[in-house]
């Protein structure tokens, strides 16, 4: 069994900037991928970021991409999302999941909240 816990979410005004973690239970080294999704209010859960098996390629969502940036520090075993820039629109329940010996593993969630 693996946990995710993420944190470093908050309310952030327009322009500003977030960087959320996602620490895990288990090696992240032992991933095939990890990821972030987003659920803003009222709408469908999606992906945000992505980084694939050692950090070689990352993608990102249309929406976010120059602004947000995924990584990760294998040696503490944690998922970092930096958020710049911040919209309105990136306001939602931001989720870090990953790929752990074949089986999906997601985190609670951490709510970020972008004001006008």
């Known amino acids: 069994q693996v946990q995710l816990v993420e944190s470093g979410g908050g309310l952030v005004d327009t322009g500003g900037s977030l960087r959320l973690s996602c620490a895990a239970s288990?090696?992240?080294?032992?991933?095939?991928?990890m990821a972030w999704y987003r659920r803003p209010p009222g709408k469908e859960r999606e992906m945000v970021a992505k980084?694939?098996?050692?950090?070689?390629?990352?993608y990102y969502s249309d929406s976010v991409q120059g602004r947000f940036t995924i990584s990760k520090d294998n040696a503490n075993n944690i998922l970092y999302l930096q958020m710049n820039s911040l919209k309105p629109e990136d306001t939602a329940v931001y989720y870090c999941?990953?790929?752990?010996?074949?089986?999906?593993?997601w985190g609670q969630g951490t709510q970020v909240t972008v004001s006008s």
């Open positions: 288990s090696s992240i080294l032992h991933t095939t991928s």
């Open positions: 999941t990953g790929l752990f010996y074949g089986r999906e593993y």
């Open positions: 980084t694939l098996i050692g950090g070689r390629r990352n």
